[in-house]
């Protein structure tokens, strides 16, 4: 073999490759002045890593490049799922007997901030997560404090970041419950954002929040009122309307038609939390009765067993509940 040829083998066998960290916090990732990337890079002496701003560029022979790389997707996964990476798990997943990879649970939604693990809890929670799976669009209907919206959020923001759709869509009928928008103060948008607040909680429960920060600020994540949903076509995206027991048939019709190519529709809605002035304006159950027997549309009914926040919470709702039949 001449020399000129082991010089062009040596060359082939180079690799160089560059990994995007998308959706991902690059101070949080690599950590205090890169001390996480330094641990990270002692364990592949003989590669060359480079990190420039989300880019992280790797040197060397090809089957380490390719050995790096899939190690590495390892860390990025753990990283998306638990929203964070110490070294101590570096280390862990970064050895040939890793206890953390062989341990990764399998039936989790979403790991939300600081890795809290976020699962469906009620049997309802767990049909709204498998019908999801497989219908484009899904009606899910119950009293308060079931985690019907809670859930569909986390559904959301597990295809965003599973990369199964471009950005989530979140919007509520600007209907005010009891109190007038006119008082507060502020233009239109510091107005509705009280009333959108829950939705603001569920995604800071389960992003960081410099993430949702960028997300607002690309549009990768959209909070609106109903109204401003006419005439898009919202493609590529998981879109919410909550509190749709507040929107009447022509609205919901205007809403449903909505929909684009890879999308997913949840709506949300209590029947007994009615804020319309006149209770039979609203159009949910009328709308679920005429769709209930198109394919690809499924309706989960959420019952006082699924109430999941404070135990008094059961005993309110059936107290209302009866107190209303007499």
Same mark, same amino acid.
């Given at each position: ?12 066998? %180079? ?34 890593? !480079? ?11 090809? *089957? ?21 990476? @110490? ?55 119950? =009293? ?30 600007? !209907? ?17 954002? =009280? ?12 992003? =960081? @929040?410099? %993430? ?12 609106? =009122? ?22 009447? @048939?022509?609205?919901? %019709? ?9 999308? &997913? ?6 029947? &007994? ?8 304006? @609203? ?8 769709? %209930? ?10 019952? *006082? *067993?699924?109430? !999941? ?18």
């Amino acid at each position: 073999m001449t020399k000129n040829t082991k010089e062009i083998n040596r060359k082939e066998q %180079k690799a160089d490759k560059t990994i995007f960290l998308e959706g991902i916090d690059i101070r949080d990732f690599f950590g205090i002045n890169n001390n996480k990337f330094s641990k990270i890079v002692s364990f592949f002496p003989r590669l060359k890593l !480079v990190t420039r701003g989300n880019e992280v560029k790797v040197f060397g022979e090809k *089957k380490e490049v390719n050995f790096f790389v899939n190690q590495f997707n390892f860390l990025i996964d753990y990283y998306q799922r638990y929203n964070a990476l @110490s070294i101590d798990v570096i280390e862990d997943m970064l050895s040939d007997d890793s206890s953390v990879k062989q341990n990764l649970p399998t039936d989790v939604i979403l790991f939300g901030n600081k890795g809290e693990m976020i699962r469906a809890r009620t049997e309802n929670q767990k049909k709204l997560v498998n019908d999801f799976r497989n219908n484009d669009l899904l009606f899910a209907v119950g =009293p308060a404090g079931t985690g019907k919206t809670y859930t569909a959020i986390a559904l959301a923001v597990a295809a965003l970041k599973n990369n199964e759709v471009k950005r989530i869509v979140l919007t509520r009928p600007a !209907v005010e419950a009891g109190e007038n928008l006119g008082f507060l103060p502020g233009d239109l948008k510091n107005k509705l954002d =009280p009333y959108l607040q829950p939705l603001y909680d569920a995604l800071f429960d389960m992003l =960081p @929040s410099r %993430k949702i920060e960028q997300y607002f600020e690309d549009r990768t994540i959209e909070i609106a =009122p109903l109204a401003f949903m006419r005439g898009r076509t919202l493609s590529n995206a998981c879109v919410i309307l909550d509190e749709a027991q507040n929107a009447t @048939s022509v609205q919901l %019709k205007m809403f449903l038609t909505r929909m684009g190519k890879n999308s &997913s529709f949840i709506i949300t809605g209590d029947m &007994s939390q009615i804020d319309l002035p006149q209770k039979g304006h @609203s159009g949910l159950k009328q709308t679920i009765s005429w769709l %209930k027997n198109i394919n690809g549309i499924q309706t989960i009914e959420f019952n *006082k *067993k699924d109430i !999941v926040r404070h135990r008094l919470v059961v005993d309110i709702v059936r107290a209302f509940e009866d107190g209303e039949k007499i």
